[in-house]
């Protein structure tokens, strides 16, 4: 049987919720990834240090016994964020970064900022004290196009913010398309990227084609096949300015299957499986350890895992529903066959 063994991943862009589902989605990431980068956009949105904490806690006490996965917080920025703030992350370990919605651009953004001028002062102060900034790069203007949103916003605001603090540490959230890959290639060692599974597999037909998919619908939307060559090629090539984050982000099925649906794909349950079938499909599978489990941690200036896992080329299918059944999530790719399966 053919195997494939690889130090443990980490997840660098992981949304685990609260209430009834974090226990079945954190045993899913844990159970895979050593770290994950958790996102802030609760509701109300994690805006404190002591409010990351609580949230921190809270998922400890969710996870399965024995398990040593450890959730590496983030703060939502909005506009009452002080420099303070910034100081106290700067210093407390538990805390990774700050991330940055526009207002409105995804699910629960409201809190975001509105003009990204106004906070100049905070990014200076995240640069000075070695912050990374996290962004959810999307305009949200009503009049833009949505498949446009990530495009524009790299051209209207990230070239300036680039430009203006030029040693700030920024991971470009979820990329989406060539523009975005383009621009993160041109710029220097402080801008990343994280990509997630979703875009790696699918252009806009299978949201759109033969019918709608909900459970294909996440924000940024998914773009054409062209970008989705671009994001492969990106992801798969061994430049450690990409790297895995899955941007799992799970709604009850109910809330995506809606006439007005979530936008968030889950993919945590085999996380590692889905981009491991990209990586072979473009004959990468050797790149597929440092993208999963090398420039993420170089990135934030963290200490690669030692553990490993192993995964087998092994067909089984994925179930239809994962969780408790008032609160049931439909996976990416239900009721289909995937070929490889974490030991
Ligand atoms: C995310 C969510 O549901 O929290 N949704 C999504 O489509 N990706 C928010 C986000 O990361 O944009
Ligand atoms: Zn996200």
Partial sequence: MKTLTIIQPDDWHLHLRTGDILETVVAHTSRQFKRAIVMPNLKPPITSVVEALTYRHQILQALPQESEFEPLMTLYLTNQTTIDDIKQVAICEFIHAFKLYPAGATTNSDAGVNDLTVIYPILEAMQQYHVPL???????????????????????????????????????????????????????????????????????????????????????????????????????????????????????????????????????????ELYTEVFEKEKSLDKLEAFASFYGADFYGLARNTQTITLEKKNWEIPSQYGRQENLITPLKAGETLSWKMK
Wanted: glycine share 6%; with cysteine; charged share 20%.
């Fill in 134 to 272: 996290l962004i959810h790069g999307e305009i949200t203007d009503e009049a833009c196009d949505i498949f446009d949103r990530e495009r524009l916003f790299i051209e209207r605001h990230l070239t300036d913010i680039v430009k203006e603090f030029p040693t700030l540490k920024i991971v470009l959230e979820h990329v989406t398309t060539e523009e975005a890959v383009q621009f993160v290639e041109s710029t220097p060692a402080n801008i990343g990227a994280t990509i997630t599974p979703q875009h790696l597999l699918f252009n806009r037909n299978a949201l759109l084609v033969g019918g709608i998919h909900p459970h294909h619908y996440c924000l940024p939307i998914l773009k054409r096949e062209k970008h989705r060559q671009a994001l492969v090629k990106a992801a798969t090539r061994g430049n450690p300015k990409f790297f895995l984050g899955t941007d799992s982000a799970p709604h009850i099925t109910n809330l995506k299957e809606s006439a007005c649906g979530c936008a968030g794909c889950y993919s945590a349950f085999a996380a590692i």
